[in-house]
């Protein structure tokens, strides 16, 4: 069988090829003529796609090969629109009521609407323009490629790899000098104006990634930090209103306009010391307008601005100001750079590839970007042909231009060195807009729509774009974001690699930005498929409709755009709106003339219901309102059989009976549970537990309980034990992979600690992912030892004892686990020898002072990174635990101590003194918080106020105390 793939150069030939003979053995093929021109399309596109598979790894071709190449493309599109159509059009008919014999008999009503696109004539014009492509590739001689793509191995350690790229080599010296430039005046006794420091230097050499070293290695010095990043063509707007947020302006005012958003950051900032980055300013009048919200206010408050023009580092410099600027690597750093990315250590290199990596070396003269770029395309690799290959290509590259060239030439060795699967997925990155946080889940859904990627045994789809996603990282050309439980949440793309993908993309009629269809020539033949619309910069715009969009595939729009019309799309797949400012409910009007969507995603909070048509979409496999005020689903959902992922708005509920009709749903996340309990019963929880135990494919689901104390019956014991029936017969059901629980009592914490002791599967269990949030648990449940698959666990315990620990310890598989929890009884945590084998993260929290946190000798060999949040007013707070044995976590690389109180006793001097006994020497990040309060809180004030503010009685919580206190 056909792998149904879509690449860049084939366009989607493969697929078409699949769709071909599925027409062949369906019912349309009864029609005259179909049946013969549908053999003769695949015949003629199979042989034509092994030529495309061999050109597509060829960065020279002669004109008139592009030429081929193309219109073997277009037409591979135009086929599938053709097909999908038919098709659509054919299971419309067949789920209607007039069967499918009446569908042939209004076949010629059909057609003459259609016009000149009747269903056969299309395929005859199809198969002429195939006829054409084949005589043309008769008479061409097709060069063998000038390079071949490769293959590596995915790295599985992508959190370590994180941390390597994170502290850059050669980045330590300029790093300390910029942080003693902007500390200079605790030294100095210098005053507390207002400093900048512009770090400047050409595209590629690690402007950003300095600014951002310097900024968390000194932003727990400041109340107010922020680090925003902006573009050659800046929205001052949104510049101003991401530093607002940062700086903890949480009021957000539509209608602000620059002059107001100035004013406001001027009133914030008067009396406060603040810590600013503002990464790749291009003009001077952008910094100017900038400039005037940060107020000089004597507090000793710093800015760095990164810059690739000296004018505009000497703007803004020209008060109490620094210039740096950036260098290439020096030889020596170059070296250790490579061979760290290459194999792991920064002064290992094999004798037979000492020469030609010092010639490799000197080729890359010092660019950190090329240097990460070559080393990442050989890690691992020993073949020394394999390395002089790669030399020979970057000489050739090179020669022909020593100036910006270098960095072009060397981004599309690399591109070309991807995959074919690879290598499209990345393309379609050009999609987004500068400087823009891409999410990952969202990205490899709109892969998965686009058909980009195909299911092999024993891997799902959304598994295998994982793979894809974490080799672009391991391959450094996008930049991971927001890591948490060592998965990269979300991913930039760097400005240079962006402009190389985005030309690459137009060469490739692969995907089209806004811009470009105002300059296009519409004259021409090629048809838009893929439309990006980023009015970000320009404001409002409009869509002009042309003929060159009447086969776009795919659409998302960034900013306003007005006057379109969905019903001008019909050929949409993928279809993203989440971005697009001011979408009301009026602009869905014509959703269910998309007849071929699988990706819809909206996000605004103006959007407030889905109109009835979209029952229409019975193709949809993704639905995301997450960002909306969709709380209820008309009737007509109940049709999208289809649907696989469905992200839903927090707080939302639907009708009993909808969901249960999902079969093919394999992700819900934020489903509402927030109807009031009948007779202390919760009904709406049976219902939905009825509803999910028909969802056999579930394997990600996420439940957010919202509910209101006059909800709750006064004793609270029916309550929670309805809420333990719940959470445990879905843990007890072993189908998901991914469980989330996430409780809201008045907008705080569930006041009764359950149970779930009782709850035990009887079946391996296929748990992967475990949050129970915003509610405590009595105590961990003996049998959360036996879970062998589960990796990640998020709980909440009122009282951490010995048993606890003993049982998260001897959970085999467990990765990352946070815990948060009020006190340790006998006011001690202690994590001992013998346990938590696998565990490489680990987040305490401890809501209450009084408790000592001890880690044992080897009480966790391979936990690379600690977080603790603690609160100290007073020195008994910590009950003589300063250092908390960290001496003891032989494998820690980062440690991060958040101390709430009015004093810190030396817990940092301490926590230093231990670190200086580890080999990796782990990076500490110290932060302490002091809001006035300088009253200790203790669990017994705790639950003291407990009863008072929950209306709870109080002797419960004393005596489950007292018997903790006696372990």
């Known amino acids: 069988m056909e792998t149904a793939l879509v690449g ?202 300095l600014a951002n070293q310097v900024y968390h290695t000194i932003k727990s010095q400041f109340p107010h930090a922020a680090f925003v990043s902006i573009s050659c063509n800046p929205d001052i707007k949104k510049i101003l209103r991401d530093i607002a947020k940062g700086v903890g302006i949480s009021e957000k005012t539509p209608d602000d306009d620059v002059e107001n958003l100035i004013h406001r950051l001027r009133e914030h900032l008067q009396d406060k010391r603040y810590f600013i980055v503002i990464d790749d300013l291009w003009d001077t009048e952008a910094w100017k307008i900038i400039r005037l919200g940060l107020v000089n206010n004597d507090h000793g408050s710093k800015i760095i601005t990164t810059t690739r023009n000296i004018a505009v580092a000497s703007c803004c410099c020209s008060q109490q100001g620094h210039i740096y600027e950036m260098k290439p690597l020096s030889f020596d750093d170059s070296k250790r750079l490579f061979f760290t990315r290459a194999f792991g250590s920064d002064d290992l290199c094999y004798p037979h590839l000492a020469e030609v990596s010092k010639q490799i070396l000197e080729k890359c003269a010092g660019l950190p970007l090329a240097i990460i770029t070559l080393s990442s395309l050989l890690a691992d690799e020993h073949a020394e042909d394999k390395w002089n290959r790669v030399l020979a290509i970057i000489g050739s590259a090179l020669a022909k231009d020593p100036g910006a060239d270098k960095m072009t030439k060397i981004l599309s060795l690399s591109y070309f060195d991807l995959p074919h699967h690879l290598r499209t997925c990345f393309l379609y990155l050009s999609l987004y807009p500068e400087d823009y946080q891409i999410n990952k889940q969202s990205l490899i859904n709109k892969w998965i729509a686009e058909g980009f990627i195909h299911e092999i045994q024993g891997w799902s789809k959304h598994e295998l774009g994982e793979t894809y996603f974490n080799d672009l990282i391991n391959r450094s050309l996008i930049q991971p974001i927001n890591v948490k439980y060592g998965q990269t949440k979300a991913c930039r793309v760097h400005d240079i690699i962006l402009d190389f993908i985005k030309c690459k993309a137009a060469q490739e009629n692969f995907v089209t930005s806004f811009d470009d269809v105002e300059h296009r020539d519409t004259s021409g033949h090629r048809l838009v498929r893929r439309l990006s619309v980023n009015s970000l910069k320009n404001g409002k715009v409009a869509l002009l409709i042309s003929p060159i969009l009447s086969h776009v595939r795919s659409l998302a729009v960034f900013g306003d755009l007005v006057q379109y019309s969905l019903r001008s799309f019909p050929a949409l797949r993928m279809l993203d709106l989440a971005e697009c400012s001011e979408l009301e409910n009026r602009h869905l009007t014509n959703i269910g003339k998309l007849f071929l969507l699988k990706y819809l995603r909206i996000g605004q909070c103006q959007i407030t219901e889905l109109p009835k048509e979209i029952g229409e979409l019975r193709y949809l496999e993704t639905l995301d309102i997450s960002g909306t005020r969709i709380y209820k689903l008309p009737s007509t959902f109940t049709n999208l059989k289809r649907l696989v992922r469905l992200y839903a708005p927090r707080y939302s509920s639907f009708p009993y009976g909808v969901i249960g009709q999902m079969q093919n749903l394999e992700e819900l996340e934020d489903l509402g549970v927030n109807k009031p309990m009948v007779s202390g019963v919760f009904s709406e929880l049976e219902k939905s537990l009825q509803e999910f135990g028909q969802l056999t494919k579930l394997r990600t689901l996420g439940v957010h309980f919202h509910f209101y104390s006059l909800h709750l019956p006064k004793s609270g014991t029916q309550g929670v034990e309805g809420l333990e029936r719940y959470v445990g017969a879905l843990i007890a059901s072993c189908k998901v992979h991914h469980l989330y629980f996430n409780y809201e009592y008045d907008g705080l914490w569930y006041p009764h600690p359950l149970s779930l002791e009782p709850w035990c599967s009887t079946t ?91 880690f044992g000798a080897r009480s966790m060999p391979k936990l690379e990174h600690l977080k603790l949040y603690l609160k100290v007013h007073k020195r008994e707070c910590v009950n003589g635990a300063f250092d908390f044995g960290i001496q003891h976590l032989s494998a820690l690389t980062k440690i991060d101590i958040s101390i709430f109180g009015r004093h810190n006793f030396h817990v940092k001097k301490r926590i230093e003194t231990a670190i200086m006994t580890l080999n990796r020497r782990p990076t500490l990040s110290f932060e302490h918080t002091y809001r006035g309060r300088s009253q200790c809180e203790h669990f017994e004030e705790f639950v003291n106020s407990y009863g008072a503010i929950y209306g709870v009685p109080t002797e419960m919580i004393r005596s489950f105390h007292a018997e903790q206190d006696k372990v």
């Open 764 to 854: 391996p269990c296929s748990l992967r992912k475990l949050h129970i949030t915003h509610c405590f648990l009595d105590k961990v449940p003996k049998w959360m030892s036996e879970l062998g698959n589960l990796r990640e666990l998020n709980l909440c315990i009122l009282i951490m004892k010995p048993k606890d620990v003993a049982v998260l310890g001897a959970m085999p598989t467990l990765v990352f686990l946070e815990l948060e929890t009020f006190y340790g009884a006998s006011r001690r945590i202690f994590f001992i020898h013998g346990g938590f084998r696998s565990l490489k993260y680990l987040k305490l929290i401890i809501s209450r002072c009084g408790t000592a946190v001890e």
């Open 8 to 209: 860049v150069a084939t366009g989607v030939i493969k697929p078409v090829l699949s769709k071909l003979t599925d027409m062949l053995e369906k019912e349309c093929a009864r029609l005259k003529s179909v049946n013969r021109n549908t053999q003769f399309l695949r015949g003629e596109m199979r042989s034509m796609s092994a030529t495309l598979q061999i050109i597509a790894d060829s960065e020279e071709l002669d004109r008139e090969v592009i030429i081929w190449r193309d219109d073997v493309r277009e037409l591979s599109f135009d086929m599938e629109d053709c097909i999908d159509d038919i098709m659509a059009r054919v299971d419309q008919t067949r789920e209607s009521s007039t069967g499918l014999d009446k569908f042939f008999e209004k076949m010629n009503t059909w057609t003459k609407l259609k016009g000149q696109h009747k269903m056969a004539n299309m395929l005859e014009e199809l198969k002429a323009r195939a006829i054409e492509a084949s005589e043309k590739h008769k008479r061409y001689n097709f060069a063998p490629p000038t390079h071949h793509s490769g293959q590596s191995a995915i790295d599985p350690r992508l959190q370590a790899l994180f941390v390597e790229v994170d502290k850059l080599v050669g980045m330590d010296g300029p790093k300390e000098h910029i942080v003693r430039q902007l500390t200079r005046e605790r030294v100095v006794g210098s005053s507390g104006q207002l400093q900048v420091v512009s770090i400047v230097g050409a595209g590629g050499l690690g402007k950003t990634t």
